[in-house]
């Protein structure tokens, strides 16, 4: 069963830097695409960055270009979004999720993380 679970979540304030973790439990990201989304209460929830490693192809959203990334660790097995230079718009529930055997942006991801709360205060 493919299960997602994201950590590191939390408060900043403008401007500062958080990473966020995404540990797969009974699988590695092989051939997946990994994808970072973000809701914001009111809002729809939006796409991020995708890192696939079926074929090397990424996707950044304009909202974050330049100030997030998406990487792994070298196991494949825990996917990170670095955020840097953090604004109080970038506040937002933040999941991760995956579809496998596609290129980015994805389409129809599959299997999606519980979440992680991230508060920029201005």
């Given amino acids: 069963e493919v299960q997602l679970v994201e950590s590191g979540g939390g408060l900043v304030q403008a401007g500062g ?8 439990s009974g699988f590695s990201f092989d051939d997946y695409a990994i994808g970072w989304f973000r809701q914001a209460p009111g809002k729809e929830r939006e796409g991020l960055l995708c890192l ?61 993380g519980q979440g992680t709360q991230v508060t920029v205060s201005s």
């Fill in 52 to 112: 696939s490693l079926a074929d090397g192809s990424t996707y950044y959203a304009d909202s974050v270009k330049g100030r997030f990334t998406i990487s792994t660790d070298s196991a494949k097995t825990t996917a990170y979004l670095q955020m840097n230079s953090l604004k109080p718009e970038d506040t937002a529930v933040y999941y991760c999720a995956v579809e496998w055997l596609v290129n980015c942006p994805g389409g129809e991801y599959d299997s999606w």
């Fill in 17 to 24: 830097s958080l990473r966020l973790s995404c540990a797969a």
